[in-house]
């Protein structure tokens, strides 16, 4: 029989009868499939143990995080599987290092560089259903890590590439990818087809539904990923490969809220020292969103950065030692900066699509910051009480929104 990989996200197992539910689904599926399962934690469990860790300290290492963090899959696993149990189905729960998930030393962020999977083939091999602990592996020095937030959806796709998965199915709480988040905007559109390079796109510009590494891993491996409600049995949106590609046009927005800019004011202009300032983000596990330094003929520049907000306090203790080094005396900060974006393969290089966007801005009067082009996405940065206005408008413009 072929393989499916079947990921359950927190919501639909924030509940004993949600995780009930999530077995009947399992059932119907292994009844003409292999399956495996891959879980994250229930809930907002992990959020909770985050608060927790910020309640004892704002700075713990990543080490005891990833202890910390990687309770609430094991939670998940065994109530799955006893559900599954329950159903007379034969189900048994392993860990990320249980199976194989060897990943390198970086904690809260790894990266997976192996996937043994033997105990998941025995398994399969005796019509077992493997549920798995999303989001966390173990690395090559036997410790344990996690993958980063929304890990579990890149555990799923490297299981489905390790087993050569025909297909792997995400269920989560919406029917599927729409023009926009549907819970913040009426009359959204449900996309039925996506290409890997959109929800590539998508992902990495602030959409929930896929992690950037999973699509990145689907594309890599032509795996068909199906993202779809775990509450109902409608059809969803299907992640794959596309053929002939239309002109290009907009096909969804989606936007990031939870940013943070920081500006270094009056740097001194010598080439070495935005060298150190980078170096030293990225080695510190920095992730910038984006960052800029004045053009001009004067000695001094102001240099800003655009992170997740989640690393602030990381930014600000690194950027200290650095400030101190470099002797620059003055740096600026706000949290009232998000994205947003328009996607679509070629729209980057389209001049009319560029050109609409920024009319239907100026019409609405919607001051913009920064922009970035790329050959699938418009990313225009700006201040927060200005994103509904832009994408209501943004909708509307491109036919993203029901009539």
């Not at 891959?38 to 985050?50: E, K, N, P, Y």
């Not at 019409?363 to 009480?385: D, P, R």
Request: with cysteine; hydrophobic share 40%; net charge positive.
């Amino acid at each position: 029989m072929s393989t499916v990989v079947l990921k359950f996200g927190g919501t639909s197992l924030a509940s004993p009868h949600h995780i009930i539910n999530a077995a009947q689904k399992v059932a119907q599926i292994s009844k003409k499939h292999n399956t495996v399962v891959v879980v994250s934690a229930m809930g907002r469990t992990t959020d909770q143990l985050f608060r927790m860790s910020r309640e004892i300290t704002p700075l713990p290492k990543a080490r005891e995080m990833d202890m910390l963090l990687t309770a609430g899959e094991r939670i998940s696993v065994a109530l799955l599987s006893m559900a599954l149990g329950k159903l007379d189905l034969e189900a048994e729960s392993y860990t990320g290092s249980q199976v194989g998930i060897i990943t390198d030393t970086r904690h809260t962020d790894a990266r997976i560089l192996d996937i043994r999977g033997d105990r998941i083939k025995k398994a399969l091999a005796e019509n077992k259903i493997a549920v798995v602990c999303g989001f966390q592996g173990v690395s090559l020095e036997k410790e344990i890590t996690t993958l980063g937030r929304g890990g579990s959806d890149t555990t799923a796709l490297a299981l489905g590439a390790a087993l050569n998965a025909t297909k792997c199915i995400i269920y989560t709480d919406v029917d599927g990818v729409f023009t926009e988040d549907p819970n913040m905007f009426s009359g959204v559109k449900k996309i039925t087809v996506l290409s890997y390079g959109e929800m590539l796109e998508l992902s990495s510009h602030g959409a929930q539904v896929l992690h950037p590494r999973a699509s990145s891993i689907a594309a890599r491996y032509n795996i068909p990923v199906e993202i779809k409600n775990s509450f109902n049995n409608r059809p969803g949106t299907v992640i794959t490969g596309l053929g002939d590609i239309e002109h290009p046009r907009p096909r969804a927005l989606t936007h990031c809220t939870e940013l943070y800019l920081i500006t270094l004011l009056e740097v001194t202009k010598r080439a070495r020292y935005l060298s150190q300032i980078v170096t030293e983000l990225a080695n510190g596990g920095v992730h910038l969103k984006f960052f800029s330094h004045g053009i001009s003929e004067a000695k001094k520049f102001d240099l800003s950065f655009i992170t997740p907000l989640g690393e602030k306090e990381l930014v600000k203790a690194i950027l200290k030692n650095i400030t101190k080094k470099l002797r620059i005396k003055s740096i600026r900060e706000t949290c009232d900066i998000c994205s947003l974006s328009v996607i679509g393969r070629g729209i980057g290089s389209a001049n009319k699509v560029l050109a609409d966007t920024f009319m239907t801005l100026s019409t609405n009067k919607v001051h913009i910051e920064v922009v970035t082009t790329s050959e699938l996405s418009i990313t225009i940065f700006l201040k927060k009480k200005y994103l509904k206005r832009a994408v209501n408008a943004l909708l509307r413009k491109f036919d993203l929104v029901k009539r």
